[in-house]
Nanobody, 111 residues
Framework: QVQLVESGGGVVQAGGSLRLSCAAS????????MGWFRQAPGKEREFVAT???????SYADSVKGRFSISRDNAENTVYLQMNSLNPEDTAVYYC?????WGQGTQVTVSS
């Protein structure tokens, strides 16, 4: 089973940026899709972005044009660059690969 560890969360003002990282270990994920989800307080976990092993990307409408997902297959890592953050982006962000989840990293955007 793959283990996923997210990092890079924090507190940022509206309009700011953060870059999340998710490092995979235990199994290679270079031939697997990887994705980001988020869960805000009192809400269900929702899709944010995904990237296939070949680099095809897709995004939730709420983050298109502001977030960018990328990956480094040599490092078994996926990234999420988040720009123009707003308070509605406040959530715990989770990495997903091979039906496994990381522990999440908190992102808080203050107005």
């Amino acid at each position: 089973q793959v283990q996923l560890v997210e990092s890079g969360g924090g507190v940022v003002q509206a309009g700011g940026s953060l870059r999340l990282s998710c490092a995979a270990s235990g199994r290679t994920v270079s031939r697997s899709a990887m994705g980001w989800f988020r869960q805000a307080p009192g809400k269900e976990r929702e899709f944010v972005a995904t990237i296939t092993w070949s680099g095809f990307k897709s995004y939730a409408d709420s983050v298109k044009g502001r977030f960018s997902i990328s990956r480094d297959n040599a490092e078994n890592t996926v990234y999420l660059q988040m720009n123009s953050l707003n308070p509605e982006d406040t959530a715990v962000y989770y990495c997903d690969a091979q039906a496994s989840w990381g522990q999440g990293t908190q992102v808080t955007v203050s107005s």
